[in-house]
């Protein structure tokens, strides 16, 4: 079963910057590289939605919501996937969960627990 363990959410003011964690402990190299990796939030009483996304050749996409703000990377070696996060807002208040996209562009696994992003003054 494939693990994805998220790190690094916490309480920020407004303006703050926060940078989020994703490993995949269990999956080796050969598998983690190939994949494109993803962030989605999920905020209250609202459905879960794509952050951004990057590709094994490193091309990434933005939500609307977060472009110019939010930067995604990853480290194949070390099999994780980060969520540079500045300029934070109230609305960006949620749980992220990192996951891979299949060819549909849908989650492939089961979700992880998340990290919980506060943005409050």
């Known amino acids: 079963q494939v693990q994805l363990v998220e790190s690094g959410g916490g309480l920020v003011q407004p303006g703050g910057s926060l940078r989020l964690s994703c490993k995949a402990p269990?999956?080796?190299?050969?598998?983690?590289?190939?994949?494109?990796m993803s962030w989605f939030r999920r905020a209250p009483g609202k459905e879960r939605e794509l952050v951004a996304s990057i590709t094994p050749e490193r091309n990434v996409d933005y939500a609307d919501a977060v472009q110019g703000r939010f930067t995604i990377s990853r480290d194949n070696s070390r099999k994780m996937v980060f969520l540079q996060m500045n300029n934070l807002k109230p609305e960006d208040t949620a749980v992220y969960y990192c996951n891979a996209l299949n060819s549909a562009k849908q989650p492939k696994y089961d979700w992880g627990q998340g990290t919980q992003v506060t943005v409050s003054s």
């Open positions: 269990r999956m080796i190299f050969s598998v983690f590289s190939p994949l494109h």
